[in-house]
């Protein structure tokens, strides 16, 4: 019979350990947290209209603002789900930078141009489509950066969807539990691979 090795098992218990901080801190921190973040986004569009903010600030998503678009620099187009595409420009707001995204509307024509010199938008904030890759994403403590969607589309787009707060995700449970099974999982292999190295060889002296 071979020797237990202490080492190794000392490694995978204290990986098994980490694991489990992990969920528990899922659930019992950032779940509580996220759930109240989400009790008070859900009272955002009801609440008083506030200025663009300049940088971003989760906290105000979905609460009412107006931008004045002195000039459209660009005007590009992202996928909005069943809707299609939505029209995004970014605005020139004044001589200081770093100026403003306005979602115009949206449409299902890949290919659809719109004509629109600026102006004052209101509608609601949110969060800009972002081209860093998702797992950017869960790494990356850059905020998201924000743009207005316009209540009124421009003339020939169709109307943004309205503030849904079942839109941003809350995964903290799920993340949580999926740790726990993590964790359960390392330790059987560990344990099925130590008992298996140990098992007597047939044929062998005692």
């Avoid at 801190?25 to 569009?45: D, F, H, M, S, T």
């Avoid at 924000?146 to 003339?155: G, K, Q, S, Y």
């Avoid at 839109?167 to 390392?186: D, E, I, K, M, S």
């Amino acid at each position: 019979m071979k020797r237990f090795p202490v080492i190794p098992t000392i490694v995978v218990a204290l990986a098994v350990a980490g694991m489990i901080a992990l969920g528990i801190w899922q659930i019992a921190v950032r779940l509580p947290e996220k759930e109240a973040y989400l009790a008070q986004l859900a009272g955002n569009p009801a609440k008083p209209a506030v200025a663009f903010p300049r940088v971003p600030d989760d906290r105000l998503l979905f609460r009412r603002s107006t931008v004045f678009c002195l000039s459209p620099v660009t005007i590009t187009r992202a996928g909005a789900g069943n809707a299609g595409f939505r029209l995004i420009a970014t605005c020139r707001t004044g001589a200081e930078e770093p100026g403003a995204k306005v979602q115009l509307g949206t449409t299902r024509d890949p290919n659809e141009q719109v004509a629109w010199s600026g102006g004052a938008v209101s509608g609601w904030i949110s969060h800009a489509p972002s081209a860093r890759p998702l797992i950017a994403e869960l790494f990356s403590d850059t905020p998201q950066e924000m743009l207005l969607v316009a209540e009124r589309p421009v003339a020939g787009l169709a109307a943004n969807t309205q503030p849904d707060i079942g839109l941003v995700p809350n995964n903290h449970l799920a993340y949580g539990v999926q740790w726990f099974l993590f964790a359960a999982v390392a330790a059987i292999i560990y344990a099925v691979a130590v008992m298996r190295r140990r098992a007597p060889v047939a044929g062998s002296r005692a």
